[in-house]
Every structure is written in structure tokens, then in C-alpha cells.
């Protein structure tokens, strides 16, 4: 069993008008993209990019998503999107967010992805790579953070 | 205890370009969408629309969604969005959905959504009015679908 | 100069919730991608998809967008967009719309599109291919629509 | 005739995942988003939130959209967005945009888009009242901007 460090990555995002709906909420399904955006923030802090990943042919499709809205998130919010890796197993991983609305200054969102491993190629699921995997497990404090 | 009559309803869907994303794959966020318009039909198929709850003051925003991606739903692709109303509690309601890519003839995702009742002035949650209750349970074999 | 068969095609949609906005109207960036579900309809009715293309190496990117919103279209309205082939150049062609918000009875919305044919491998723009320029001609009244 | 500060506004965005579609690109439809996050900045800059505006009953839908795509944007591609008052009539105002492309250096998408001043109230169409219009007057560079 690998340690996973437990240090967060916080991404900060505005809301979009477009993000919103007539309710003058944000739209459930936008979430998406904001977990998506930490991700890619996550990687970054840890020294490399999604995109790095796709271009070495390693695709992290997500398999499976889950999210409970607590509280409202309204356009012009600043929301902080708190992204942990949860697990490493030998094809997949889990990612945990929580979704802090700062404008409110309250947890709103809490949520976890769960992602397979998948040869860009073959398009087939793989075992995690050695090389993802020690990326994936690096310390962003100790790392040199990806432009 | 109330029995819900279960009844699935379906709904067709054809995935549009802008629904992708570079991994050629519906982006995961997109499927939220679908899910929505099948909980409208599901309503209409009930003889009344979502729309009209609305106007009545009652809202019912999503508390809670998961997804499972098992399969791949690609640009052009027909789905079937099966939806159930799987339980009804004080106030409010989950609902069960199983999506079939027709174009594959596969079970590509499965999922299901929480909502709660909201009213629509307050913006408070409520108790699930009688009325709502009433449609919620209505059996669509005996009900005049709605425009 | 070829002449264009002027039949329109119609493609009729529902609208999403979250394709509203805290306005209470649709997006006005979602229009595109009804734009783009008449486009694929258009194809079908003269026997091929714009899948079918794309996998015969040929992809038509959006060049240019032209959109005029009238009237409003909101959660639930049905509406029509008519869409016609305007012209063809050499390696790009214009398409037109007409959205009628069916709901309302009137029209809401006009624009176009500009797109070059681009070849999927070299990713450089290209002639429109003689093959291609005969689909895009065909007169749907004698051709079979495609599934 | 007034005369507009021709200060341009400019806001970097990254470009999400959800945003490509299987093209590879950045889809046609999303670049709305953009322009109106630009809009919100512009805004900002001047002291004043289009949130706010809203709030005191002046609406600004787009009523036109124009955007000419001449290059490529992609993922995790970071872009600026230029923005620019470029007129305001009596009931109406028109902002031009330039996009830049900061990954490839190049610029990669020009527009505008013409919004009318409504009543949140009637939701009917309005002159640009007197204080809207000393606020889309101010020089950015003599203002403090806005949370």
C-alpha cells in the first residue's frame, strides 16, 4: 500500500453567468467543470499537465461522479475548490473535492471522481504506469510547480 | 409508505458535436443534461411539466447526483435515457437512471439524482405538497401525457 | 457557378434548463449548439452524416458565427431551426438559419455560419472535395435520408 | 456624441477540458462564455459589477453575436481576451473583442457583441439610463475597480 500525501490543492474559480439557470442558481451539471479545472490544477501543482499525460498517451476518463450540493453557488461567486487524491489502485483513482463559496464563506459542494487508467491508443484501460504513478504521488512542496 | 408505480419513462437522445470533448468521448459533465431532460419527460408522460411545477412555486433542484460511466456514449450517438422514480420521502425524491447507447446496444451508464422540494418564493425547503405527491404518483398508463 | 437546391431543413428542439441562464432566457452561447444539431440534420436529409465526413477525413471548423437574437426563447419552448445551404466557395461554405420560437409563434433568431473544409490529417485547409460538393448539392426531395 | 475612453480590458483565461469537443478544438459555441467572463472584468475594472447592475433592475442581454475564429484554441491553452466599448447608442452599446492566443502567440478569434439595456421588471427595452452610462463612461486607469 502506497501513502498518498494529503496535501490539497485549492483552485479558485469565478462563476460564469452562462453556468447559471433560471433558478439564478449554478447549473448542477457545471460542477463538472470546476472539479475538472482542479484536476488540472492539482497536476500542475505537482509538476506536470494533464495535457503532458494525454501527449504520453495516459487518459484519466472519469468513470464515476459524485456530488452532493449542500448550498447555493450564484453567479459572480468565488468558489475554492479543495481537490485531494483519495486512492491510488492498481487501474484507477479517486479524487476528493470539497467546494468552499467564499462569497457565502460555507461549504457547499462535497464530491469524489473515480478515474480508470486508459491507453490513448489501444483505448483500452491499463494499469496505472510506474511513472504516472510517482508523479501522482509526489509532494507539491517539494516539487517545482508545471507552467 | 407510499407504492410508486414503477413505470420507467424514455427518453431519446441524439449527442450533439458540442457534447464531446478531445477525448472523442461525451465530456462527463454533459450527461447531467440528459438526465434532466428525461426527468422532463418523465413528468409530461404524467400529465403535467416541470415547467408548470415552477409556476406553481414548487422547485426541485438537485441535491445529490451519481453517475457510473461504463461505457462510451460518442458524437452522434443515440441514447436512451430510462428513468424511474425510485423513492419519495418527506420532502424529497431520488430518482434511477439506466442509459443505453443504442448506436452500441449497450448499458453505458447508470446514475441517479436526489432532489428536494423548494419553495419557490422563500426559497426554503418544504414538505412535498399533496398535489406534487399526487402527480408524482400518477400511473402514465392512465394519464393523459402532457404537451 | 453551381446553383444550390433552396430547400430548407427543419430541425425542431426543446429546450434544456441548463441551457437557461439566471435571466431566465437560454443562453445566448447556447445557440450554437442548435445551429450545430441542424447542420447534422441537414446532412442526414441528403444521405450522409457529418460523422460520416469527419471519418472520411474531412472536418467542416466554424469560421465565422453571425447570430442576431430578436425574441426570447426560455426553458421548455419548442423551437424550429431552419436552415439553408446560402453558398459554397471554393474551400468554405455558408449556411443560414432561421429560429422560430414555436411556442411563441414567432421568429426569435437569424444568423449563419462560415466553415472550411479542413483536412482531418494534415489539419490544413483544403479545396472542398468534388465528392463532398456533390452531397452538399444533392436536392433532399430525391435522396434518402440518412439514419 | 460621447466620446468613450478607449481603454482596453483584458482577462486570461485557461481553456477547460469540457470546453474541446472531439475536433480537438475549443468548441465554436463556448468562446460566449469567454467573452462574457471579459465583460464581468470589463465591468470590474470600471468599478461596478454587471451583478450590481442587475440588481438595481438594468438588464444588458446580447441581442448580436459576431465571431470570427482565424486560429486555434486548445486546451489548457491559456488566452487573453481584449475588450472594448466600442459604441453606445441611446439603448444600446457594442463591445469588440480580440482573442490572443498566449500559448501560440497569435491572435486567434475577433467579435463583438451588441447588448440592449432592459428592465428586469417590465423586461421590456430601455435607453441606457444616465448612471449606467457615467459608469461604462469611466477610465479604468481613474477608477477604483470593483470586488
Redesign the interface.
Known sequence: MCEIPAVPTYERI?I??????????A???????WL??AR?TWCRERGF???SLEEQGV?L??????????GEV???DWISVEITLGEIRRASMRFDYKIINETLGKLTTEGYTWHVTMNGETRKAMSVPPFVRDMLLRDPNVTATAE
Chains 1, 2, 3, 4 share one sequence.
Open positions: 469565478r460564469r453567468y452562462g453556468e447559471t439557470d433560471q433558478m439564478g442558481h447549473y448542477y451539471g457545471n460542477y463538472a467543470l475538472e479545472q488540472g499537465t494533464y495535457k487518459y476518463p472519469c468513470v464515476e461522479l459524485h456530488v452532493r450540493y449542500k450564484r453567479y459572480d
